[in-house]
T-cell receptor
Framework: DAGVIQSPRHEVTEMGQEVTLRCKPI?????LFWYRQTMMRGLELLIY????????DSGMPEDRFSAKMPNASFSTLKIQPSEPRDSAVYFC??????????FGDGTRLSIL | AQTVTQSQPEMSVQEAETVTLSCTYD???????LFWYKQPPSRQMILVIR??????QNATENRFSVNFQKAAKSFSLKISDSQLGDTAMYFC????????????FGKGTKLSVKP
């Protein structure tokens, strides 16, 4: 079975550019999570969706960050404009009612 | 608010030996789940083991087992017969039960298995 699929795997861009990260959850899962991992802050939740509806976006740093889930099989996390402090690994995870979250391979984002 | 604490930033173990990673958590909930995830240098987040708080029996998965002490809010991971492929960051995580909430992670323990 296919796991959670994230793209791109790596992204390097210049400050001020728009960045879009993509995620395809496991088929049949009804919750989707975006996490960010940094050395300073560890793994922290940015936002999560249940049945395509955003439930908790309290972790989204500021208005530069936005996330959408237009259907059950696709989500995007967008940063506009990007800043060097946004450099991190971004993980997408999905789950069903069991609560166990399955993670994608992450996107390593570097903002120059 | 829930918190998860891993007090050992780094540990090392000889191949074939046993090692225990510590985790404590703080919550007022009675229904919850606990997890250990492994993150090797490839940066994948791999589920190692899961424990439901209502179960008294400690979870086991092959060489991995936990010591779940609910009253003490302790959830340690024991790795038996350590292998070189066990070298990774290990994260303890908490999930509030009864909802599809987010995981609360500890800061991680970097485990090195030495030949």
């Amino acid at each position: 079975d296919a796991g959670v699929i994230q793209s791109p795997r790596h992204e390097v861009t210049e400050m001020g550019q728009e960045v879009t990260l993509r995620c395809k959850p496991i088929s049949g899962h009804n919750s989707l999570f975006w996490y960010r991992q940094t050395m300073m802050r560890g793994l922290e939740l940015l936002i999560y969706f249940n049945n395509n509806v955003p439930i908790d976006d309290s972790g989204m740093p500021e208005d530069r960050f936005s996330a959408k889930m237009p259907n059950a099989s696709f989500s995007t996390l967008k940063i506009q404009p990007s800043e060097p402090r946004d450099s991190a690994v971004y993980f997408c995870a999905s789950s069903y009612d069991s609560g166990t979250q399955h993670f994608g391979d992450g996107t390593r984002l570097s903002i120059l | 608010a829930q918190t998860v604490t891993q007090s050992q930033p780094e540990m090392s173990v000889q191949e074939a030996e046993t090692v225990t990673l510590s985790c404590t958590y703080d919550t007022s909930e009675n229904n919850y789940y606990l997890f250990w995830y492994k993150q090797p240098p490839s940066r994948q987040m791999i589920l190692v083991i899961r424990q439901e708080a209502y179960k008294q029996q400690n979870a086991t998965e092959n060489r991995f087992s936990v010591n779940f002490q609910k009253a003490a809010k302790s959830f340690s991971l024991k790795i038996s017969d350590s292998q070189l492929g066990d070298t990774a960051m290990y994260f303890c995580a908490f999930l509030r039960g009864g909802s599809q909430g987010n995981l609360i992670f500890g800061k991680g323990t970097k485990l090195s298995v030495k030949p």
